[in-house]
């Protein structure tokens, strides 16, 4: 089975402090992804990356920074956190999009509070 | 750009039937479904592939229309084990990513 580990379920932090959210999955997946979950929004896509030392902007990368430097480990990086990223962070890995039935297998999600 | 769920919200006896539709304005390679329950991480159901096919397991299944870009997930004889957010994700021909619906929240109710 595959999983999907956040380091933190709950995380508390200050304005500008620089936090760092951690991601290691167990299924030599080559996609990871990191998407933010808010009530009435559903899961906003913050960057993605398909292979190491590979990443993307997804559609609401500002304040955000990502790093991919094993295949196993994705990090997202709030450079100064402000009180609009107090959110649910889920992460994410998955096949290649040209595998056969590729879903996405997530975590159990971050919960931060920017005070 | 997110693709558009409808209804926003539905509440169910159990046995009752209900549809979740899904649309997007962008060509397809894909649409997935997952639902989610309260404090917990979202669950995949079931992917589909452009071709139109139509797939299920037990109660519930999805049929895709890739000319219209629009999916729908048919839930029957629903259970109070249904209950939860149900989104779908798509993904464009040539791309990476899955972009999710802002979710439909589903109560089933004895």
């Known amino acids: 089975d595959v999983k999907v580990t956040q380091s933190s379920r709950y995380l508390v932090k200050r304005t500008g402090e620089k936090v760092f959210l951690e991601c290691v999955q167990d299924?030599?997946?080559?996609?990871m992804f990191w998407y933010r979950q808010d009530p009435g929004l559903g899961l906003r896509l913050i960057y993605f990356?398909?292979?190491?030392?590979?990443?993307e902007k997804g559609d609401i990368p500002e304040g955000y920074s990502v790093s991919r430097e094993k295949k196993e480990r994705f990090s997202l990086i709030l450079e100064s956190a402000s009180t609009n990223q107090t959110s649910m962070y889920l992460c994410?890995?998955?096949?290649?999009?040209?595998?056969?039935?590729?879903?996405?297998?997530f975590g159990n999600g971050t919960r931060l509070t920017v005070t | 750009q997110q693709p558009v769920q409808s209804p926003q919200a539905v509440i169910l006896r159990e046995g009752e039937d209900a549809v979740i539709n899904c649309s997007s304005s962008k060509a397809l390679y894909s649409v997935h479904w997952y639902r989610q329950k309260h404090g917990e991480a979202p669950v995949f159901l079931m992917i589909l592939l452009k071709g139109g096919e139509q797939k299920g397991h037990d109660k519930i299944s999805a049929s895709f229309n890739e000319k219209k870009q629009q999916s729908s997930l048919y839930l029957t004889a629903s259970q109070l084990s249904y209950s939860g957010t149900y989104f779908c994700g798509t993904e464009e021909s040539g791309g990476f990513k899955t972009i999710f619906g802002a979710g439909t929240r589903l109560f089933v109710k004895a």
């Open positions: 299924m030599d997946h080559e996609n």
């Open positions: 994410a890995s998955s096949l290649p999009i040209n595998a056969v039935n590729s879903p996405l297998h």
């Open positions: 990356s398909y292979d190491v030392k590979m990443k």
